[in-house]
């Protein structure tokens, strides 16, 4: 854990990543990036009619995340060594590629990769894998009324595109963590299992995989 500068906690809308980030951030004394989502304007727009707000959508997401990240990075705590977040710069390309049209992912493409290279790379990506039918009874019961609508469908297709993300991935290990047999939130025992699956084995760069319990 020594050598950890940068922790990213990612998975799919309801997989509790802000949870743990904010939980581990916490108990680790880290520097806590959180995903500025909620004064988004077009995302309750983008829920009822994906077709028209797609684009700018994610157009503003591409710059909220470049934003955040680099100033971040540009202004770190002096007393805290490790930073962890609750999101990915390439969240942006994943979402995009299953909600724009292929001519807006084009150029929304173009746009992603003059940023991406300059960015900080994380030293440990861990993505906590939930079934869509689990994602739903999270999203259900944190009660954000423009969530309410999602189809599962699209969770689905989401998925797919972080695990297409993850089999390109050579540079930094990325942990897929299983957690449908667990419920960190609310047991503690889970939560220690979660957190040794983290912190107490060495990763390979690229894709490894884990189940809980």
Do not use: C, W
Not at 10 to 33: D, F, Q, V, W
Not at 180 to 200: C, Q, R, S, T
Request: aromatic share 16%; charged share 30%.
């Amino acid at each position: 854990m020594e050598d950890l500068r940068f922790l990213v906690i990612e998975g799919n809308i309801g997989a509790g990543k802000t949870t743990l980030a904010t939980r581990l951030s916490e108990e680790l004394n880290a520097k806590l990036i959180l995903e500025q989502f909620a004064d988004n304007p077009f995302l309750p727009k983008f829920y009822a009619d994906k077709e028209k707000y797609s684009f700018p959508l994610e157009l503003s997401f591409l710059a909220d995340r470049y934003n955040q990240i680099k100033k971040e990075f540009l202004h770190p705590e002096l007393f805290k060594t490790m930073m962890i977040s609750d999101y990915y710069f390439t969240k942006s390309a994943i979402f995009a590629r299953n909600t724009l049209q292929e001519d807006e992912y084009r150029l929304f493409r173009r746009l992603f990769n003059i940023v991406f290279e300059s960015l900080t790379k994380p030293d440990l990506y861990v993505y906590l894998h939930l079934s869509v039918e689990n994602l739903i009874k999270n999203i259900r019961k944190r009660g954000r009324d423009y969530e309410q609508q999602i189809d599962p469908h699209y969770l689905e297709t989401l998925q797919q595109g972080y695990f297409e993300y993850f089999r390109q991935v050579t540079q930094f290990p990325v942990v897929i963590i299983d957690t449908n047999k667990i419920n960190f939130v609310d047991f503690p025992e889970d939560y220690g299992l979660l957190k040794k699956a983290i912190f107490h084995k060495e990763f390979k760069p690229g894709i490894n995989r884990i189940i809980l319990p």
